[in-house]
């Protein structure tokens, strides 16, 4: 497989974007970390540039001469609106214009499960599925996805929208039975998404395998990709630690789980 010339990881310094300079350092000649604080232990071929996504220079000259994003950047949970629209809105749009005017980079875009969030756990859902968001992140994630469509169709700019659902080393609760993806393999879909000849501008959802799934990703069997991990591994263990709660609690009910009881953040 041919190395990338520059990626770009953004949110460099986060939960996901310190895994993804493990799990795809081998992907490119050159690796390039962004965030807005420092990221420990810069490698042979890595540069870190401290960024703001919602500063709109900081962002062109950030994408300059990359030739793929993984953009794990901005805020990842319910927070004020001021919070959500600087990093989620305006500076995914700073992206996409820094990408449009510098070389078009194929991007991989960390959508969410929360642009889902309001749909029942007893429906099951595919790319073509309308948006229902659980809250203003979920919303500020529909507004990217939306967004990388525009990009797509406008300009040519390929985009995974990515739903990840819970990805954590292991499901931390029931819930997580159903949305768990494990590190390898969101990052073995990351691959993917850049190596295959055409990606397009695809709705995904990042699930590792389970049988007790919401989501259908049947529509993007053309990127040879396939969860080698599941949760069914530990079902058996949070069955037995985690009695089953109220049908009408907000885990038991909708797919978004407490996102969907989550107020509207003032501070």
């Known amino acids: 497989m041919a190395k990338l010339k520059r990626l770009l990881i953004t949110g460099a310094a986060g939960a996901l974007g310190t895994q993804a300079r493990s799990h795809l350092a081998d992907l490119a000649e050159e690796i390039r970390l962004s965030d807005m604080v420092p990221v420990a232990g810069v490698n042979g071929n890595e540069e870190f540039i401290q960024s703001d996504l919602g500063d ?120 997580m039975l159903s949305t768990w993806l494990s590190y390898r393999d969101l990052f073995s879909l990351v691959e993917r998404c850049f190596i295959v000849p055409r990606l397009g501008c695809p709705v995904i959802y990042g699930v590792s395998q389970t049988r007790s799934g919401w989501w259908d990703n049947s529509h993007v069997g053309y990127l040879g990709w396939e969860p080698l991990d599941t949760s069914e591994t530990w079902r058996e263990e949070l069955e037995t630690s985690e009695p089953q709660g109220p049908v009408d609690a907000p885990d038991a009910l909708y797919q978004g789980g407490g996102f969907t009881a989550e107020p509207i953040h003032q501070e």
């Open 56 to 175: 709109a220079a900081a962002v062109r000259d950030l994408v300059d001469g990359c030739d793929a994003v993984a953009h794990f950047g901005g805020v990842s949970t319910e927070k004020t609106f001021e919070l959500i629209e600087r990093g989620n809105i305006r500076g995914v749009y700073n992206l996409y214009e820094a990408a449009r005017v510098t070389g078009k980079p194929r991007i991989f875009f960390a959508s969410s499960n929360h642009t889902i969030g309001f749909y029942r756990t007893d429906e099951r859902l595919d790319a073509f599925t309308p948006p229902m968001a659980d809250g203003l992140y979920g919303a500020s994630k529909v507004y990217g996805e939306q967004l990388a469509l525009v990009y797509w169709k406008k300009f040519g700019i390929e985009t995974a929208r990515v739903r990840i659902g819970s990805c954590f080393p292991k499901p931390r609760n029931r819930r």
